[in-house]
């Protein structure tokens, strides 16, 4: 994870079984809120601005 001006790079290895779950969305949701201190919500508002 590295940051660039504004943007943040996250570099991930996608997993190599791909399951309907879809706790991932959150897990994603939360490392989004730890990462950047937006929730959706705000992200989605910000990402509008663009």
Known sequence: MKQEKNSLIID???PKKIC???A???KWNDFLFKATGKD???RKKDFGKA
């Open 24 to 26: 991932i969305i959150k």
């Open 12 to 14: 991930i290895v996608p």
């Open 40 to 42: 959706t919500k705000e």
């Open 20 to 22: 309907g779950d879809y």
